[in-house]
């Protein structure tokens, strides 16, 4: 049984169910609730927790909902977040009913986004990292409150986890990143691969190893460079 449920919303948003007790899940990002509740009464599942990357509407807008109908609490870095019940900064450690979730700080966003790591447990021996959108499967959040450096520095922040972590993005844009990057990198033969791969299966996960390799703005050798591929992205 897979410890992670992907969600669909609004066409390309993702919202995860990670199950870890019997009987119990975690929600991350939830930006609408009936899709949740469906997956919930379907998996036979009770909501006790709701993590959230960041305040934005989409990831946020069915909390209220979840919270009502379910009792959950919920857990975010930003006051902005309707309903939250414990603002998280990043580099702390959290528990879960003895689920440990490390706060990873990733902003450039926004000012206070955060990537939830969910460390191995049970049957699961790998980290679920939930990137919300800062990273995503071969490409990058758009820079709003902060600046290109701080956005890069949270990149490389992610890029030095371990290479067999697997990464859960908030949004679904990896057919569009993967054809960004072959118009600077047309050799490269792995994101060639990925975009084949993706096009037969577009659900995540992805790894870090795998961004290492074929995410341009992981792979951006400075702030610079980087700046000029999201300005590139941004007119593709």
């Known amino acids: 049984m897979d410890a992670v449920i992907t969600l669909r919303a609004f066409g390309d948003n993702f919202i995860y169910l990670v199950r870890y007790e019997p009987g119990q899940a975690i929600a991350v990002d939830p930006g ?23 305040h934005h509407y989409d990831h946020s807008a069915g909390i209220s909902d979840l919270k009502k109908k379910t009792g959950c609490k919920v857990i975010g870095p930003d006051k902005r977040i309707p309903g939250v019940d414990q603002i998280v900064e990043g580099g ?18 926004t000012q206070t986004s955060v990537c939830f790591l969910v460390c191995p447990f049970g049957d699961n021996p790998h980290g679920l990292l939930f990137t919300g959108d800062t990273m ?10 902060t600046d290109m450096q701080t956005m890069y520095d949270s990149l490389r922040t992610l890029a030095s986890l371990a290479d067999d972590t697997l990464v859960y993005p908030g949004h679904d844009y990896t057919e569009e990143n993967y054809r960004f990057a072959l118009t600077m990198e047309p050799d490269n033969e792995a994101v060639k691969a990925q975009l084949a791969r993706i096009q037969r299966n577009p659900t995540p996960p992805s790894t870090i190893a795998q961004e290492k390799a074929t995410n341009i703005f992981i792979r951006a050798n400075d ?4 700046a000029q591929l999201r300005r590139k992205k941004d007119v593709f």
């Open 32 to 54: 609408e609730a009936s899709g949740v509740l469906c997956a919930l009464k379907e998996h036979d599942l009770t909501l006790t927790t709701i993590l959230v990357t960041h």
């Open 92 to 109: 702390q450690t959290i528990t879960v009913d003895g689920l440990k979730i490390e706060v990873i700080p990733t902003p450039g966003h």
């Open 136 to 145: 995503f499967i071969g490409g990058c959040g758009r820079v709003f409150e």
């Open 223 to 226: 702030a610079q460079v980087f």
